[in-house]
């Protein structure tokens, strides 16, 4: 009886192999049954093709009656979905949400490295999960499924079993931004290293080579090439910050903007040189301000407008 | 423009006059009550005279227009409007001494040997005060200069002072005379070149006649006049002559006091019989008539050769504007070259090699950066003689004196000028530039004791004003350590 009923639930399910032995349909073809309509679109006017390529065929009737003749109990029988989750309003999510927090309970007593130290991951934002799941999955339920992700992202790599990273790949965004590491800048046979800075539209190339404090700014010294001593301490600010100032000559050249600009930009291309010589010093670097580039640019004018904002002069008529 | 009172009210007190400040004997009534008048004979004065004393403006009942309703009421003293000449006066003001700096214990004051002794370099070194006078009378400090910082004033003897003093004195040995120029940079100290020549000089007993600005002798703004039997033409500068002249006897009293004129000098309209000192002679000019002429006799007296004369320094600031075109004109309305002012003409011939000083001396001219007209051809000399050197000095180090190029004149080019290339032929050029760190720190040790910079003087500090000062330009030092605020 017991291989009969599990034989008739199977059917139920759908699993027609056992019952029938029929193979289920290719994959492709399940995914084209999906699609409301065969695939290209075409008005209501146009005749329909003659013969699509792919022969969609719906799945076999189950036929109660036949099927009670077999096994007594299917009178009784009524079509159950396989997950409890069919009801809800986003199923796939539901699904995949119960199966994390079951791996979660799991693998809790697993080894875990600190947050900091944990591969670094761009997540699917939430409109981005609605879109690939295509279910409107509530921001609570998000907010909730992530941090069990973030939890079973923190178990140790070395002991993370295969199916945890499994389940942790559908929820990864498709490009990893982490990944893009810029190639490290290497030291030339002359010791120099070459920095790029950018500030506003000016662009700054540093050679920084080891040496006793000179500066060449396109040729003329830092005094001849800046008339404001406020941009010449902000074109060295990345080694006055750090202490270094009397430790490295720096070759430059500027080009594009104005005096701020190419000073700000000048920062930047001599940090990152900087950090070429001495990689320990990007922390300081960063509090200081130089390692990242200021993405400001010159806001666009409007129409109606003066400037960008500056409203026209207000006349009484 | 409307009267402040009306016809009617001409009988009232005027704006200007408080009511209180009418005769006090004359009764008020009888002001008042004029003999024909068509207002009413007792007006009520409460209301027509305010406060304080004035009328109320007589204007329209009604409805007016009033921009600026908001405005405040502009307070009326002001105070004393500055009189002609007193802001200018202001601007140019030197001040040699701040009471409020620290007195610096170690600072040394300058002795006669001291400008030329290699130990000195890279020191910091006092000026007396005997020579601060000097150097005031002849106006070596500038007004832009930072003397007004500390209590006294003070000057780094550096590397190229020693060198200059130097062969200030092997000139003077030799008894010939040094012609050089200084040149460099914007703000790299070639003015504080000139200053501590002139300081070696005067401590020294020279004689030194220094034109602080020589653009005040080009840019007609002093008076000018032709000077009679002159071929071609030369015009004399009395009012400058004389000025100048008051400055040579006050920078150079003990020196003039103590050389004596050996030539009669009929020319001049005091006699002045052989065996006066100078000084006597200097004082013969009291106005700027005869300062021409008294200038020239005391020159010739300077320079006559075989008497007992001090050496002489001459020296100018802003060398470019006596070598170009002047802006004076002649009689036929035609520019006068620079070099047909005779002031001028004196000194470019001194700078020329024409004169023999009797007892040798140096003539110094600084070129400037801010406010100097182009001068091709004094640029491409002064770029002649560096290479020239450049080539001597590397062929004295045993290098190839071919691999420095000198350059040579633009054959396209009309601008050049050959009295200005004649005069420039031979001198030498002293390239002032950016102070070393020693130097530097010497400096800026000088500064934090003095109280004006508050930062621990060391190798960090140093080399971060050195840097941002452009490889040690002083004057670019001065203004990223003194003259920017931090707080």
Wanted: charge should be positive; charged fraction near 25%.
């Amino acid at each position: 009886m017991a291989s009969s009923r599990q034989g008739f639930t199977s059917a139920l399910r759908g699993v027609t192999r056992t019952l029938n032995g029929k193979r289920p349909p290719p994959l492709e073809q399940q995914f084209w049954s999906l699609r409301l309509n065969g695939g290209s679109r075409r008005l209501s006017t146009e005749p329909a093709p003659a013969e699509t390529s792919l022969s969609i065929t719906a799945a076999e009737e189950i036929d109660i009656k036949q099927l009670a003749k077999r096994y007594r109990i299917a009178q009784h029988a009524r079509a159950v979905p396989v997950s409890a989750s069919y009801f809800s309003r986003t199923p796939t999510f539901n699904d995949r949400y119960l199966a994390l927090d079951k791996l979660a309970r799991t693998y809790s007593n697993l080894p875990v490295v600190p947050p900091a130290d944990a591969e670094q991951v761009v997540w699917k934002s939430l409109p981005d999960l609605r879109r690939s799941i295509g279910e409107p999955v509530k921001a609570t339920d998000y907010v909730n499924c992530l941090a069990i992700l973030k939890r079973l992202h923190q178990i140790h790599p070395d002991l993370k079993p295969d199916i945890v990273k499994e389940a942790l790949e559908d929820f990864k965004r498709d490009v990893q931004g982490f990944l893009n590491r810029p190639a490290p800048i290497p030291i030339d046979k002359f010791g120099r290293a070459l920095g790029v800075g950018k500030r506003k539209s000016s662009t700054a190339r540093a050679f920084v080579v080891e040496g006793d404090g000179q500066v060449l700014v396109n040729g003329k010294t830092l005094a001849d090439y800046f008339g404001r001593v406020h941009d010449r301490e902000s074109a060295v600010w990345a080694l006055h910050a750090t202490d270094r100032i009397d430790k490295y000559n720096v070759w430059a050249r500027v080009e594009g903007g104005g005096t701020t600009g190419q000073a700000e930009a000048l920062t930047l291309a001599i940090a990152k040189a900087l950090i070429a010589h001495e990689p320990a010093l990007k922390p300081a670097l960063r509090k200081a301000g130089c390692v990242t580039r200021d993405p400001r640019r010159v806001e666009r004018k409007k129409h109606g407008r003066v400037k960008a904002r500056k409203g026209p002069t207000w006349v009484k008529r | 423009m409307s009267a402040p009172n009306c016809l009617r009210c001409l009988l009232r007190p005027s704006a200007g006059i408080p009511v209180s400040s009418l005769p006090r004997s004359t009764p008020f009534a009888l002001v008042r009550a004029a003999p024909f008048t068509t207002t009413t004979a007792n007006p009520r004065p409460k209301k027509e005279a305010q406060a304080d004393g004035k009328p109320k403006n007589h204007t329209r009942a009604g409805k007016k227009l009033k921009l600026g309703k908001f405005k405040k009421e502009k307070v009326g003293d002001r105070g004393r409007p500055p009189l002609p000449g007193e802001r200018k006066a202001y601007r140019k003001r030197i001040t040699l001494s701040n009471d409020n700096a620290i007195p610096v214990p170690w600072l040394t004051d300058l002795g006669s040997a001291d400008l030329a002794n290699p130990a000195n370099m890279a020191r910091v070194m006092a000026l007396p005060v005997e020579l601060q006078d000097q150097l005031r009378a002849s106006e070596a400090f500038k007004p832009t200069q930072c003397w007004g910082m500390f209590r006294k004033p003070a000057v780094l003897v550096r590397k190229e002072t020693v060198d200059l003093a130097n062969r200030m004195q092997n000139a003077v040995d030799k008894r010939q005379t040094l012609r050089l120029v200084v040149t460099g940079d914007k703000v790299t100290g070639k003015s504080m070149m000139v200053l501590q020549a002139m300081a070696h000089a005067y401590l020294n007993n020279w004689v030194v006649i220094h034109i602080p600005e020589a653009q005040e002798l080009t840019t007609a703004c002093t008076e000018y006049a032709p000077i009679p039997n002159t071929d071609p033409v030369q015009y004399m500068q009395p009012v400058y002559v004389l000025k100048l002249l008051q400055a040579i006897k006050r920078a150079n009293e003990n020196v003039l006091a103590r050389t004596y004129t050996v030539n009669p000098h009929p020319e001049l309209s005091q006699s002045v019989p052989p065996n006066t000192p100078l000084l006597a002679l200097a004082n013969a000019a009291k106005e700027p008539d005869a300062a021409w002429p008294v200038f020239q006799a005391l020159w010739s007296e300077l320079t006559t050769q075989g008497a007992n004369r001090p050496p002489i320094l001459l020296s100018v600031d802003g060398l470019a504007h006596i070598m170009k075109i002047s802006d004076y004109r002649s009689p036929a309305f035609d520019l006068i070259h620079s070099h047909d002012l005779a002031l001028v003409r004196l000194f470019a011939d001194a700078l020329g090699g024409a004169v023999q000083l009797p007892s040798g001396g140096a003539v110094i001219a600084a070129t400037a950066r801010n406010n100097a007209p182009r001068t091709p051809s004094m640029e491409l000399a002064l770029a002649q003689r560096e290479a020239e050197q450049a080539r001597a000095e590397a062929q004295a180090n045993g290098l190839d004196p071919n691999a420095v190029e000198v350059p040579q004149k633009d054959p396209f080019f009309r601008g050049y000028d050959d009295r200005v290339e004649a005069v420039l032929r031979s001198v030498q050029v002293l390239r002032v530039r950016g102070v070393d760190k020693l130097e530097a720190r010497a400096l800026m040790e000088y500064w934090a004791a003095s109280g004006m910079l508050r930062a621990t003087v060391d190798e960090k500090t140093v080399t971060e004003k050195w840097t941002l000062a452009g490889s040690g330009v002083l004057g670019e030092m001065e203004r990223a350590a003194l003259l920017t605020m931090r707080i």
